[in-house]
């Protein structure tokens, strides 16, 4: 902590060196002679506060406050050209002539223009402010196409910082930085989902891939904004079932996607028709798979199948838009933990329906935007056991979850004001009802209402430095419901918890960007870390929960490197995180005689995390690209226990090339995975492994846009297991030789 203390001071001394010395004409002799003026934008007729300004050919540098006014002194006689830069407007060029002690008013206007939606991550800051204090990333348009897979943690498993937890295909989940299940929060539209995918690894994310426009991924902890269950990161699913942006008439997109290894099917289409201030939109997705094919054989119990579809409604007035959505979901799936009797499978079968809304609304006064969104949903998730006699399966519910959430968001922008840049004000509110019930219900079901405050704030202290700062004060009440195993339960708690955050982004020029963040974080306790107590069939494990776990606190901090040319993009991240009542759920080495399954405890203790991400672009000539990445992530038990933390993903290294010759591309790539043997007690060892495949896209304007994506994945058709598989504790390999095609149609 000390070296980030220090190095803070350091930056900070610099740039006000940096900054006075701009005042020091040592190379022409002072003046009497200053400027002033104030930065306009040329649409709208408003200053711009907190913009940079510089005389080119010297250091003399400035930035407007936050009324829009500049004033720069001490300049040398003659002819000057002043440089006008922000982002969110094209840089814009002033000459003037100024004399020995002039004071000389000069006011420039700049031009908007369209910022590249890759610049920004929303899901990271409440006012899209564009600058970065820890890693993110996002995913759209056809570097999404790209990505197609049949679940979120397959299209992610690749990214640096990102692996994915596996029960087969529909149910792997993201994994960030060697965190995963209620650590990591998957929202859909910037609000919690209200499905139970963080809960176990047997339990599916609610959405079909293919429904989403926009993929947003933050490393690194988030609680600020989005409270308990951020503590590692955030996955935003975007969708368009609200339209926010539309032509008008009809348009839409058809797409089909298939695979080799389980034989896999799916499409989906999407309708839209605009007005002038409204438009409707519809979607539609089905996909089906077999059970996986690997090197070794077919992994039996992997087979899904799958409907989902929306309808939904948006509108535009002059300072108000929004709209609302209706969705459902429908999945039925095979675990693979019935694989050693061909008479008895395990099934899971969901069904949500989700409504969705949003208003956003501008104003005059210092508060001039506004956003209220809502996510309230249903969701019945069945976990069977079904066994073959007298020629027909027999249904047993082992498992059944009821739970009816309702997530929703205020936030208020305000206008910049004195050392503040624009800045937001929060209310966050999350309640469920869930009640569990069953032959194994091996959990009591659960009340839980939150409710949160927070702001956001970000203090310019010069134009290439800035501070960010926010606070988050969270209350949550808790409470057991009983159901067949629990039937005099009576239990509950209540928890008030603060995050908070500070960070610091630099960019000394445009190709550099330097960002880090120190940050509490915070998560509570699920019900089933709690009072769990016995077989979780989906799982395959016998699982033993802890009554007096207390709430995971988490301290750290990001640090990031960012550098973009003409011919080299390289990002170098690092993180270090320690852990307070850190929640483990590991073997405890015994066999449960009744079921076959190993036991598994939820236990506390501190630990530590670190780790980072390396990745370069090389781009030698146009239109080829060279890229390269690197991740790595340690854990450790920090108490009076010294053992590696479990379910950590290994070293990796990841290579690819591309060629795009306009109409078409072509690439390959290689993924190398070290050996991870730095294993909890009674967590089984994997072995390194290497994997190629390639890929190949063409492009066809033709009654629209049409795009083609060949992929081939395990080309080699290798072997391996990856170590955040839970199939039978990695006895089983992951799957083979695949070949992926796509196809997708905007009309």
């Known amino acids: 902590m000390k070296n980030y203390l220090f190095l803070i001071i350091t930056l900070l001394i610099i740039n006000l060196n940096l900054y006075s010395e701009s005042s020091d004409m040592s190379q022409r002799p002072p003046t009497d002679a200053n400027i002033f003026g104030h930065i306009i934008d040329a649409s709208t007729g408003e200053h711009i506060p907190f913009i940079t300004l510089k005389i080119e050919g010297t250091r003399i540098a400035a930035i407007t406050d936050y009324t829009g006014h500049y004033f720069i002194a001490n300049i040398p006689e003659g002819e000057h050209t002043l440089v006008v830069q922000g982002m969110g407007y094209e840089t814009t060029y002033k000459t003037f002539e100024i004399k020995a002690r002039q004071s000389l008013e000069v006011d420039v206007e700049v031009i908007p223009r369209a910022i590249d939606l890759s610049e920004i991550v929303i899901t990271s800051s ?7 204090y820890q890693p993110n990333q996002a995913f759209f348009g056809e570097n999404l196409q790209k990505r197609g897979e049949a679940s979120f943690g397959e299209m992610l498993k690749l990214e640096p910082g990102l692996a994915m937890r596996s029960l087969g295909s529909i149910t792997s989940r993201p994994v960030i930085r060697g965190l995963d299940g209620d650590r990591i929060l998957v929202l859909e539209n910037g609000e919690r989902m209200g499905d139970v995918s963080e809960t176990a690894a047997d339990h599916s994310i609610s959405l079909d891939p293919l429904a989403a426009s926009r993929l947003e991924v933050v490393r690194g902890p988030a609680s600020l904004l989005y409270g308990s269950s951020a503590l590692g990161g955030v996955v935003n699913i975007m969708t368009t079932d609200i339209p926010d942006d539309w032509e008008k008439g009809f348009s839409g997109v058809v797409s089909g996607q298939g695979a080799t290894v389980n034989s896999m099917g799916a499409g989906f289409g999407r309708a839209t028709y605009g007005a002038d201030s409204w438009a409707t939109t519809a979607r539609m997705s089905y996909r089906k798979a077999g059970n996986i ?68 609304n501008t104003y005059n006064g210092f508060f001039d935007k506004s956003l209220i969104r809502f996510n309230a949903t249903q969701l019945n998730q069945q976990e069977l056991e079904l066994e073959f006699e007298d020629g027909a399966w027999d249904e047993d519910i082992e498992f059944d979850y009821d739970k009816k959430s309702i997530s929703a968001s205020f936030i208020a922008q305000h206008k910049p004001i004195g050392v503040f840049d624009r800045g937001a004000f929060g209310i966050s509110i999350f309640g469920h009802n869930m009640n569990v019930c069953g032959d194994e219900a091996f959990t009591p079901g659960e009340n839980r209402i939150n409710a949160a405050l927070y702001t956001y704030q970000e203090v310019p202290l010069s134009g290439m430095i800035r501070l960010q700062a926010g606070l988050r004060v969270e209350y949550q009440s808790t409470e057991a419901l009983p159901n067949q195993l629990f039937p005099d339960i009576d239990s509950s708690s209540d928890d008030l918890n603060f995050a908070g955050s500070f960070g610091l982004n630099i960019r000394p020029d445009e190709k550099w960007e330097i960002g880090g963040q120190f940050a509490r974080a915070h998560r509570t306790p699920s019900v089933t870390e709690l009072y769990a107590n016995g077989v979780h069939i989906g799982a395959g494990v016998f699982e033993i929960g802890s009554s007096d776990l207390k709430s995971e606190i988490g301290h750290g901090g990001d640090l990031f490197a960012n550098y973009r040319s003409g011919m080299i993009e390289f990002e170098l991240a690092g993180f270090i995180n320690y852990y307070r009542n850190f929640i483990l759920f590991q073997s405890i080495g015994e066999i449960d005689e009744d079921s076959g399954y190993e036991k598994y405890k939820y236990m506390q203790d501190e630990a530590r995390m670190r780790g980072g991400e390396l990745t370069v672009n090389l781009m030698p000539v146009d239109r080829f690209v060279i890229g390269m990445g690197i991740d790595y992530v340690q854990g450790h038990r920090n108490g009076d226990v010294k053992d590696h933390l479990p379910f950590i993903p290994p070293l990796r290294f990841r290579g ?7 109409n078409f591309w072509i690439g390959a790539n290689i993924l190398v995975a070290a050996q991870q043997d730095k294993v909890a007690p009674n967590e089984s060892v994997t072995d390194g492994y290497t994997l190629f495949g390639a890929q190949a896209g063409y492009r066809l304007n033709f009654a629209g846009q049409q795009v083609i994506i060949l992929r081939g994945e395990n080309l080699l058709d290798v072997a391996y297991r990856d170590h955040l598989s839970r199939v039978q504790n990695r006895n089983y390999p992951m799957p083979g030789r695949n070949i992926n095609l796509a196809y997708r149609w905007y009309f």
């Open 656 to 662: 690819n090339t591309e060629y795009d010759f306009g």
């Open 293 to 360: 094919n690997t090197p070794e054989g077919v992994l039996g119990g992997t087979s899904m199948e799958s409907y989902d579809g929306a309808f939904g409604v948006g509108f535009g007035l002059d300072n108000t838009t929004g709209g609302i959505s209706v969705s459902l979901a429908d999945q039925n799936y095979e675990l693979p933990e019935a694989l050693d009797d061909d008479n008895e499978r395990v099934e899971i079968r969901m069904q949500r329906i989700a409504l969705q809304g949003r208003v956003q």
């Open 126 to 132: 409440p006012t899209q402010s564009g600058f970065r």
